[in-house]
């Protein structure tokens, strides 16, 4: 599976973004699907995980009722719909697919990443 992942940029404040990530290959369905961030300087940190059919999503607390996880298995594509973002959300946004959880370790596959810059 090869995923490739965009829709960061620049946004102030209380802005919104949604990330998209799009998944080459017909076996989509039968991964898992996470997101984890990066900050400069900081460890990855896990985002939100969905499971196969979209049924089941886990948040991180520190996005939990800020950001939305969905996926479109039709369109090979998974969602991270960010809302309220604040300057903490600074970030390199990656996708990942592989078994439901919350390390990275559960995922076998990573997109390139893609950046998410909030300012003040």
């Known amino acids: 599976v090869q995923l490739q992942a965009y829709g960061g940029g620049s946004v102030q404040a209380g802005g919104s973004l949604r990330l998209s990530c799009a998944a080459s290959?017909?076996?989509?369905?039968?991964?898992?699907m996470g997101w984890f961030r990066q900050a400069p300087g900081k460890e990855r940190e896990f985002v939100s995980a969905?499971?196969?059919?979209?049924?089941?999503?886990y948040y991180g607390e520190s996005v939990k009722g800020r950001f939305t996880v969905s996926r479109d298995n039709a369109k090979n594509t998974v969602y991270l719909q960010m809302n309220s973002l604040k300057p903490e959300d600074t970030a390199v946004y990656y996708c990942a697919a592989g078994v439901y959880g919350v390390h990275s370790s559960s995922y076998e596959y990573w997109g390139q990443g893609t950046l998410v810059t909030v300012s003040s």
């Open positions: 969905i499971s196969r059919s979209g049924s089941t999503k």
């Open positions: 290959g017909r076996t989509f369905s039968s991964y898992a």
